[in-house]
């Protein structure tokens, strides 16, 4: 009888010694996962804040108060122009030029934007308008940015307008030298960094055309259309 009573009482140690150890493999799990969860936060958190984009505009002579919301009205124009330029230089050919540049400036245009260029694109290609053509736009002297060109419609959407001198040629004859004012929108658009860093692109439809500027309007400062 002494015998099995102390089989039991070895048996209970044993029993116990078995379930503190099962105690702390899973407070191991436990911890495991606590400190790969905390490592976890900790490289978000520090990679989202390296990652921050601050918009600084070109002119910092009077000074500069912003936050990392802001996106200055200078930066918004500076965008606008840059990519315009961009998808309207074509060196040589406009069949070639004009689809290289779309697809080149893909991640600085909103889908809609993208659709809209593609036809229009499409549409002069069938009429013949495009082969052997070049065409640059550039600022028009004296009708660069200024604060009035650039207007905010909402947190993340802005309206802008830029003067500028469209000079086109076939096969190096000139066919086109005008003066015309665009009208664009630019849009908040952060979708991919490292193809984006500006986190804007440009948004435009049909309805955005183009005005042919006159001496009247060359002699004026600027003023926006419909008193907007």
């Given at each position: 009888?002494?015998?099995?009573?102390?089989?039991?009482?070895?048996?209970?140690?044993?029993?116990r010694?078995?379930?503190?150890?099962?105690?702390?493999?899973t407070?191991r799990v436990?911890?495991?996962?606590?400190?790969?969860?905390?490592?976890?936060?900790?490289?978000?958190n520090?990679?989202l804040?390296?990652?921050?984009?601050l918009?600084?505009?070109?002119?910092?002579?009077?000074?500069?108060?912003?936050?990392?919301?802001?996106?200055?009205?200078?930066?918004?124009y500076?965008?606008?122009y840059?990519i315009?330029?961009?998808?309207h230089?074509?060196?040589?050919n406009?069949?070639e030029?004009y689809?290289?540049?779309?697809?080149t400036?893909?991640?600085?245009?909103?889908?809609g934007?993208?659709?809209t260029?593609?036809?229009?694109?499409?549409?002069?290609?069938?009429?013949?308008?495009l082969?052997?053509?070049?065409?640059?736009?550039?600022?028009?002297?004296?009708?660069?940015y200024?604060?009035s060109?650039?207007?905010q419609?909402?947190?993340?959407s802005?309206?802008?307008?830029?003067?500028?001198k469209?000079?086109?040629?076939?096969n190096g004859?000139?066919v086109?030298?005008?003066?015309?004012?665009?009208p664009?929108?630019?849009?908040?658009?952060?979708?991919?960094?490292?193809?984006?860093p500006?986190?804007?692109?440009?948004?435009c439809?049909r309805?955005?055309?183009?005005?042919?500027?006159?001496?009247?309007?060359?002699k004026?400062?600027?003023?926006?259309?419909?008193?907007?």
């Open positions: 009888m002494s015998d099995l009573l102390g089989f039991m009482r070895d048996q209970q140690k044993r029993n010694f078995l379930e503190a150890i099962d105690h702390i493999k407070l436990v911890c495991t996962i606590l400190i790969v969860a905390v490592v976890a936060l900790w490289f978000r520090g990679h804040q390296s990652h921050q984009r918009y600084i505009p070109p002119d910092l002579t009077q000074g500069l108060e912003t936050d990392f919301k802001t996106v200055p009205s200078a930066t918004v500076t965008f606008a840059y315009f330029q961009q998808l230089r074509w060196k040589s406009g069949e030029d689809p290289r540049q779309i697809y400036l893909q991640g600085f245009l909103t889908p934007c993208r659709a260029l593609e036809e229009d694109m499409n549409q002069k290609q069938n009429l013949g308008e082969r052997s053509r070049s065409r640059a736009v550039q600022e028009i002297l004296g009708r660069s200024s604060r060109r650039v207007i419609e909402s947190e993340s802005w309206k802008t307008w830029l003067d500028l469209v000079v086109e040629s076939i004859h000139p086109k030298d005008v003066l015309l004012q665009y664009l929108k630019i849009v908040r658009f952060d979708v991919d960094k490292e193809v984006n500006w986190g804007l692109a440009l948004a439809d309805s955005m055309k183009p005005r042919l500027l006159d001496e009247d309007d060359l004026s400062p600027f003023r926006r259309p419909g008193g907007q």
